[in-house]
């Protein structure tokens, strides 16, 4: 086996960032193909708790390659700043470690602003967005108006494409949410100001991933959110603009859809969601306040708290579905001990009949009722468990129903935040 996929199953917030250092330890490319610096991935190693956004998890492990590819959007800004906080922690990240795409789109100071001008908006729709810029850069890349980071090294081209973008944008800014312009001339020094470090590490990394696929290397391909965040078959409009997919590692990171060979499904032992949008499964009172003071259920990216609730194997499934998920990676099941009874999800009620999908309007997914399959909880420390027969029985149990509610195995159950709480049944690379 030389690749594997890491796919969010849920609503993001699974515990990827752990899963793909554990990984990466015997892959030798890591590679983030979508998303932007909405994601924070949460890693703890020893004493150090580390949170990334843009840069891949495998920067933390010496000797690996990370690659930032085609796929992501890049705010230069937050990377610099991400880059330079690593490197004063002690991590050592060079061009010849961390590759970024040319190709990549840049998420640029116009692009934050406007995703914080909607979102603030009397007049919008409130999606609850990490306020990155993400939507908005997005938006730019498929208007054909974005500027890629390799657009950086031409000061010509670099004028002239802002210019474009920025009198469509302040006309926005002006006309539609009344919020200050910007200043055409003032983001183009500022972009220039990024060149003498961004440059560097700017590379074909399309190349570089299919060439480490044809000499057999082994490549981890690190998903951001989660596959209820897809922009094409999400709970839209409540969703990223991206596709956490796995259609989309092959897009986003310049390798043909059949050199895949393995897709991981991460997911969470319960279910969280952070921003807007129907969650069937949601607990409002003591015991979703419970699993979130449990669990740590705080965004990475912007502190907010996370809405917490039962496991919803219907969305799971639904991810299982579109992903081609060959195993699961359970996380966070040590935040359940103590709980009386656990629930899963098997189906919902939608007006008075039985369905086993998530419904395409957001609507109707908002008055689905979860229909519940139940377990008898567990109590105590499991974090030092390390294969299933170390688990208290309601632990057992509980992850046989996920599977069977699921139809999937399990390749790994992680117990706690440590790389060695976890149970691993089946070995990667
Ligand atoms: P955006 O990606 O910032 O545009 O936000 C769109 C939606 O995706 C919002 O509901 C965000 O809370 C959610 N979202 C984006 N990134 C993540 C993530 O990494 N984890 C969980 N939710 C996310």
New binding site residues.
């Given amino acids: 086996m030389t690749n594997v996929a890491i796919i969010g199953t849920q609503?993001?917030?699974e515990g990827k960032g752990k899963v793909v250092d554990l990984l990466s330890e015997k892959a030798d490319y890591i590679v983030r193909f979508q998303?932007g610096n909405?994601?924070?991935h949460t890693l703890v190693i020893g004493d150090q708790s580390y949170a990334l956004h843009t840069v891949p998890s495998g920067v933390l492990r010496p000797g690996k390659i990370s690659v930032i590819a085609s796929g992501v959007v890049v705010d230069p800004e937050d990377l610099i700043a991400e880059i330079k906080g690593l490197t004063e922690r002690g991590v050592d990240i060079n061009p010849s470690n961390l590759k970024i795409s040319e190709k990549a789109h840049m998420i640029m100071p116009y692009h934050r602003l406007l995703?914080a001008a909607r979102e603030n908006s009397v007049n919008g729709r409130k999606?609850?967005?990490?306020?990155?810029g993400?939507?908005p850069a997005y938006e730019d890349k498929a208007a054909r108006t974005g500027l890629r980071l390799g657009d950086l090294r031409s000061e010509e081209l670099l004028a002239t494409r802002i210019d474009l973008a920025i009198r469509e944008k302040n006309c926005l800014f002006q006309e539609l949410y009344g919020v200050p312009t910007l200043k055409a001339d003032d983001l183009w020094k500022r972009a220039l100001s990024l060149r003498p470090f961004i440059l560097p590490f700017l590379t074909n990394t399309a190349r570089i991933v299919q060439e480490a696929h044809a000499k057999g290397q082994k490549i981890l391909f690190e998903g951001?959110?989660?596959v209820q965040?897809d922009v094409d078959h999400g709970t839209y409009p409540?969703?990223?603009?991206s596709n956490p997919t796995t259609g989309a590692v092959a897009m986003g990171a310049g390798l043909a859809p059949k050199c895949l060979e393995n897709v991981l499904g991460l997911v969470k032992a319960y279910t969280s969601?952070?921003?807007?949008?129907p969650f069937p499964t949601e607990l409002i009172g003591a015991t979703g306040d419970w699993i979130r003071d449990s669990g740590h259920e705080f965004?990475?990216?912007?502190g907010r708290p996370r809405r917490c609730g039962w496991l919803d194997a219907v969305v799971v499934k639904a991810a299982v579905d579109l992903c081609g998920v060959d195993h699961l990676a359970i996380t966070k099941l040590d935040v359940l001990s103590g709980l009386e009874e656990l629930k899963v999800a098997s189906h919902y009620e939608l007006d008075g009949e039985r369905i086993d999908f998530v419904p395409a309007d957001s609507a109707d997914l908002a008055r689905c009722q979860p229909v519940y399959a139940t377990a008898p909880g567990f109590t105590g420390d499991i974090t030092k468990a390390k294969k299933l027969e170390d688990l208290p029985k309601g632990a057992r149990e509980y992850l046989d129903l996920m599977e069977k509610l699921i139809g999937v195995p399990a390749a790994l159950v992680s117990v706690g935040p440590e790389r060695d709480e976890t149970i691993i049944l089946k070995s990667y690379f």
């Fill in positions: 609503w993001g917030d998303g909405n994601a924070g995703d999606i609850g967005t990490t306020g990155r993400i939507g951001a959110q989660g965040l409540f969703v990223t603009s969601r952070v921003g807007e949008g965004g990475t990216t912007t």
